[in-house]
C-alpha cells in the first residue's frame, strides 16, 4: 500500500521516498493504481485517508475488478409488525459474511423493505409506513450509501409499483419507474413517472396507457434496457427506458389453465429467463430465455428434480398446499447465468434449506439451512415454504453511486 507519510529520504536511494510521494501526490495515477484493485481492497483502502476516500467515491471511479457476478441473495423472512429480518444465502466459492440481517436507515428506524434487487443497487421503502409516509430509497449495500428519493406528491396514493432501471456498462446513473392510477374513476388507465439520479425530480413519460388489471406491476425485472411485468394470462408489458415507451411482450401460451402458472421471472448475466410448471406433481420443466429481439421464448435448460425430490424426502407433501396447490414444496429463487455458461445453476427453496442445482449436470448440493418456520407452519404443515421468486434480491458487490 502506498503511504503518503513524508520520511527522510535513504542516503542508499534518495528517490525511493520521493518517488511514493510524487505518486500519492498526483491523482491520475493514485486513480490508475487504485482502479486496478478488488472491491474489498478498495472498502479498506476508503479509511486511509480523506482524500482516498473522496477519490474512491467520485461518480467517474470505475474498478477494472467490477463484476456482474451474483454473490449472494437476500431472503426476506416473515416478521410480522417488527423490523423485517433478511436470510442471505452466499452464493460466492469463498466464505463471507452477510452485508445485512435488517435494515434501518436515519428516517426509518422502524426498518426498511427490499422491492427489487439491480445491478448491485436496491431499490428499498419503509417497512411501516404507508401512503405519504412511505419513503423510498436506493442504496448500495457495498459502500452502505443510500439516496432518499423526493417524493411523488398526491400520486403516490395510488401507486401500483416502483420499479429500478441501472446498467453500469452504459452510465453510471440510475432510474427508477413508478406506475400510478391516471384517474380514479379508470381503475385500467396508468401513468408512468420517471425519476433519474442525474436530472432530479420525478416527471410525467408521455400519456396514460391502459393495461389489464393483472399485469403485476409491483414485480419488475430490469433487462434489456427495459422493465418487464408479467401478466396473469395473455401478453405480458415492458417499459423501455431510454425511449419511454410501453410495448407488449409475447408469452407461451396457457396450457389448459386459467391463470399462467409462473414459477421464476427473473434476470441473470444479462438474459431474461422463465419457468411456468403445469400440474401439481410435476418435477419434470423448462427453463425458458427471451430472445433479445423479443421474437419469443425458447427452451435454455432442460430440469429433472426427481432425484432432488428422492434425496430431500421433505419435499414430498401428503397434501396439496392452499398456497400453491402442489403436491411437491419447493420454489425457484434464482436461475443463475455464468459468464462461461458451463457453470450456470438454479438456486432452489426447500423447507428449511435452500439448493444449488447444476443446469450442466443436473448434480445438486445444500447451499444453506433456514431456521425453520414458526408463524405459518401450524396452518399449512411442516414442510411449508417461507420464500418465492419474488422475495430473493441479487446481492452484486458494486461501487456503483446510490
Known amino acids: 500500500m502506498l503511504s503518503t507519510k513524508k520520511t527522510k529520504p535513504s542516503s ?3 528517490y525511493q521516498i520521493s518517488s511514493a510521494d510524487t505518486i500519492a501526490s498526483n491523482d491520475d495515477i493514485l486513480t490508475l493504481i487504485l482502479q486496478c484493485l478488488p472491491l474489498k481492497s478498495l472498502l479498506k483502502f476508503k479509511t486511509v485517508s480523506k482524500h482516498w476516500l473522496s477519490l474512491i467515491t467520485d461518480p467517474r471511479f470505475r474498478p477494472k475488478h467490477s463484476s456482474t457476478a451474483i454473490s449472494g441473495l437476500f431472503l426476506r423472512r416473515l416478521s410480522g409488525r417488527t423490523n423485517p429480518k433478511f436470510d442471505f444465502v452466499n452464493l460466492s466459492p469463498h466464505r463471507s459474511r452477510a452485508p445485512f440481517r435488517s435494515l ?49 406528491g398526491s400520486s403516490r396514493n395510488n401507486a401500483f409499483g416502483f420499479s429500478l432501471a441501472f446498467d453500469p456498462s452504459k452510465s453510471s446513473h440510475h432510474k427508477v419507474i413508478c406506475i400510478t392510477n391516471s384517474d380514479p374513476d379508470l381503475p385500467d388507465h396508468y401513468q408512468v413517472d420517471i ?5 432530479g425530480p420525478w416527471r410525467p413519460s408521455g400519456r396514460p396507457f391502459v393495461a389489464p388489471s393483472h399485469v403485476q406491476f409491483k414485480n419488475g425485472v430490469f433487462w434489456n434496457g427495459a422493465i418487464h411485468w408479467l401478466s396473469d394470462w395473455g401478453d405480458s408489458l415492458c417499459f423501455h427506458v ?4 410501453m410495448r407488449d411482450i409475447p408469452m407461451p401460451s396457457i396450457l389448459d389453465e386459467d391463470v399462467r402458472p409462473c414459477r421464476y421471472f427473473g434476470e441473470s448475466g444479462g438474459h431474461l429467463h422463465l419457468v411456468e410448471i403445469y400440474g401439481s406433481d410435476n ?10 429481439d423479443y421474437s419469443g421464448w425458447f427452451v435454455k435448460y432442460r430440469v429433472d428434480l426427481n432425484p432432488v425430490a428422492a434425496s430431500f424426502p421433505e419435499m414430498v407433501r ?7 396447490l402442489q403436491f411437491y414444496a419447493f420454489s425457484i429463487l434464482c436461475v443463475v447465468r455464468e459468464e462461461t455458461g458451463e457453470g450456470s445453476f438454479m438456486v432452489l427453496h426447500l423447507p428449511n ?4 442445482y447444476n443446469f450442466k449436470d443436473n448434480s445438486f448440493s445444500k447451499l444453506h439451512d433456514f431456521a425453520p418456520l414458526r408463524s405459518r407452519a401450524d396452518l399449512v404443515g411442516d414442510n411449508s415454504l417461507e420464500f418465492e421468486c419474488f422475495d430473493a434480491y441479487q446481492f452484486i458487490e458494486s461501487f456503483a453511486c446510490a
Open 12 to 14: 542508499s536511494n534518495p
Open 104 to 152: 434501518t436507515f436515519v428516517n426509518d428506524p422502524s426498518g426498511i423493505k427490499i422491492l427489487q434487487s439491480c445491478s448491485g443497487l436496491l431499490l428499498c421503502c419503509s417497512f411501516r409506513a404507508n401512503g405519504f409516509q412511505t419513503a423510498y430509497y436506493v442504496y448500495n449495500p457495498t459502500t452502505k450509501h443510500y439516496t432518499v428519493l423526493p417524493p411523488l
Open 195 to 199: 425519476y433519474s439520479s442525474e436530472t
Open 242 to 245: 431510454e425511449e419511454e415507451q
Open 283 to 292: 418435477l419434470l420443466f423448462d427453463v425458458f430465455e427471451m430472445e433479445r
Open 318 to 324: 401428503g397434501y396439496v398446499d392452499p398456497i400453491d
Open 353 to 356: 434449506k435452500a439448493i444449488r
